[in-house]
């Protein structure tokens, strides 16, 4: 919708230039806002090609195929007019600007990164180039290069939301979160209904301790109509650190209602608001969904692999210790049958080899595992008769 609506404020200024150089041609001008306005912007370029030669170096013109061609999808041609611009002057920023986009969409980022750098050599106010380039880098991991971009940005626009709830949000990636409060303080003194930099302000909040705060921030956001999971989480969390175990409470069993499910350290808190008012059957109800969200359903079985890891590594110790570890969350027989072969074959101990081969027969595995089965057998009465020599 931002594309049609600069096309349409710009289609006075363009065409009348067009109408300059292509008037004797009978070009049809409102036939060119009629394809803009409809978005046909391939058939607009196609049009205007058909009344101009390809050796054409008007910059008027040649921006204007380039952009159509753009917004059509085709960042192959829209490129080749755009460096027909670039050639006749490498320091026009809206040409830097167009082949930088067209990069990033073409997936071209080292380019793309070329052409910002550019754009800040020639004017270093360029908040939104600043903006850009910062994600580039996040991009490619380099969150240091990525902050020093976004501050840059931040320091030209202060009171630009976009930019500091962005900034924010690294400076708390990167942990800093004192500079991230310090950031958005300054961005709500502008605006201070806005909701994203409420969020992140309650995010700050949430990492700095500040409890009070939170719960100010998260009744600030419930009032502007945002009851969102994380809204509602870390507003029932700041309940509970300021004793208000009531709203705590209320809070959660809203945060339910809404959106059907909590996170484990959700339950936890809400375990503990209802100890604190002597609801015990409800904290005990919580404290089952902690523990039923703290323990994933493969436990087991991914202890029974790192066990499998410990005995590939010949520690055969450590892979006996962890299939061990395995049935305290499920009972899977073949760890039974590994933990046996391990101790008959590499640890040498009769006596626990015996009893978890047997513990393996009494989980009547599936006939599928008849030849384990079956080995199974066999080395029991092995190991029986050697016992008794």
């Known amino acids: 919708m931002k594309d049609i609506t600069y096309v349409t404020i710009g289609l006075c200024t363009w065409l009348s230039a067009v109408v300059g150089i292509a008037q004797s041609q009978e070009l049809d001008n409102g036939r060119l806002v009629e ?22 170096a008007e910059p008027t013109i040649l921006s204007r195929l380039g952009y159509s061609y753009r917004m059509a999808g085709d960042y192959g041609k829209a490129t080749l007019y755009y460096m027909r611009l670039y050639d006749q ?20 980022y080292p380019a793309a990164i070329n052409y910002y750098q550019r ?20 991009r490619r991991g380099d969150l240091e290069i990525a902050y020093g971009y976004l501050k840059r940005a931040n320091h030209i626009q202060p009171t630009n939301s976009d930019i500091a709830y962005d900034f924010a949000r690294l400076c708390m990636d990167l942990e800093r979160y004192t500079e991230a409060d310090t950031v958005l303080q300054l961005a709500l003194a502008a605006d201070p209904q806005h909701g994203m930099l409420l969020l992140g302000k309650l995010q700050v909040a949430d990492k700095l301790k500040q409890y009070p705060e939170m719960v100010a921030l998260g009744e600030r956001l419930v009032e502007l109509a945002d009851e969102s999971q994380q809204v509602l989480a870390l507003l029932a969390k700041g309940y509970f650190h ?5 709203k705590c409470e209320q809070t959660y069993e809203r945060l339910l209602e809404l959106h059907g499910r909590m996170g484990e350290i959700d339950y936890y808190y809400l375990a503990m608001a209802y100890k604190a008012t002597k609801q015990y059957e409800e904290a005990l109800e919580s404290m ?14 991914y202890y029974g692999r790192k066990a499998d890891l410990h005995d590939l590594a010949n520690q055969p110790s450590a892979s006996a210790s962890n299939y061990l570890r395995s049935f305290q969350f499920e009972v899977i027989p073949m760890h039974y049958y590994s933990l046996a072969v391990l101790y008959d074959r590499k640890l040498s101990d009769t006596r626990n080899a015996l009893r978890y081969y047997r513990l393996y027969l009494k989980q009547n595995p599936p006939r599928e595992e008849s030849r384990y089965v079956d080995y199974v057998t066999q080395r029991i009465e092995e190991l029986v008769q050697k016992n008794t020599r």
């Open 35 to 56: 394809l803009y306005q409809n978005q046909q912007y391939h058939e607009a370029a196609e049009y205007l090609r058909s009344f101009y030669p390809d050796t054409i």
């Open 89 to 108: 002057d490498s320091s026009n920023v809206s040409t830097l600007l167009n082949l930088a986009a067209i990069n990033i969409q073409r997936g071209q």
């Open 242 to 246: 300021t004793d208000d175990f009531i």
């Open 288 to 301: 089952d969904k902690v523990l039923e969200l703290a323990i994933s359903p493969n436990t087991a079985f």
């Open 119 to 138: 754009i800040v050599a020639i004017d270093s106010n360029r908040a939104d180039v600043y903006d850009a380039l910062s994600g580039l880098m996040r």
